[in-house]
């Protein structure tokens, strides 16, 4: 005799279904915005993931309290925006997922990373001494025309073109990199070690700009597409302006992110 299901009494504690209150249209950029966050956090697969895939659109209904038509919006918004592909019968996945650079510390690319099982590729496209133009002097306090060293890498990630990075440094830099490999290590780990003194700080500039023909073949990506341009003056501990650098970021795989404390205020009562 098969025996009949429970069924729970009508007063049986339930959790309380989640439901979003508001119009559709702004229930699908909630949810766009809720997954768009998880995505460009990693939470369903990071850049170096095989095929990282989104839950079904059922069970995101049920954890968001909105219908599957409100999820299938949201993931329309999130394909128009290139970071999702929907294959029918397979399902949804990831493709605009991103690595999350912080720039509150001042760390490597390679360091920032360490934990993550992500292999950091360095090619050395140039590296040489070079004289400092009006700019670049008058940054790291050197007289115009001084010799400095010069450095351009591209790096990637997951075997993924990352970003375009070019270097201006104080001479004593080019002394520090010689013999060394500069596409398996950090600038920064290197020059610390090499010349036994600590970097301080960093001002950063960060701004939305165009790739330029010759950064849009080297990050693979089309000319004039949007990209985001780090400049960063490095000063050593002693306040020594010490490396002044231009990091180009692939836009659609990179992610800048920091922490910043709230340090004045009204008194509180």
Known sequence: MTSRPR?????????????????REDA?????????TQ???????????PRPMLPPENELAGEMGVS????REALDLLRAEGLITRVQGAGTFVTGAKLRQ???RLVGLAESLAGHQL????????????????LIAAKLQLPEGNPIAFIERLRSVANVPLSLDTSALRPEAMEAFEGEDLENQDVFSILERKLGARLGEAENTIEAVAADRGTARHLEIKPGEPILLLQRLTRLADGT???????????DRVSLFSVNPRTTGPPLD
């Open 7 to 23: 069924i729970p009494p009508k007063d049986f504690p339930r959790p309380p279904a989640r439901r979003y209150e508001g119009r």
């Open 28 to 36: 699908s950029r909630w949810v766009r915005d809720s997954l768009r």
């Open 39 to 49: 995505i460009l956090e990693g939470q369903f697969g990071g850049i170096g993931a």
């Open 68 to 71: 599957r038509n409100v999820i």
């Open 102 to 104: 912080p720039i509150d």
């Open 119 to 134: 292999k950091v590729a360095n090619r050395v496209l140039a590296v040489h001494r070079s004289t400092a133009t009006p």
């Open 241 to 251: 302006p010490f490396d002044l650098e231009s990091v180009r970021y692939r836009a």
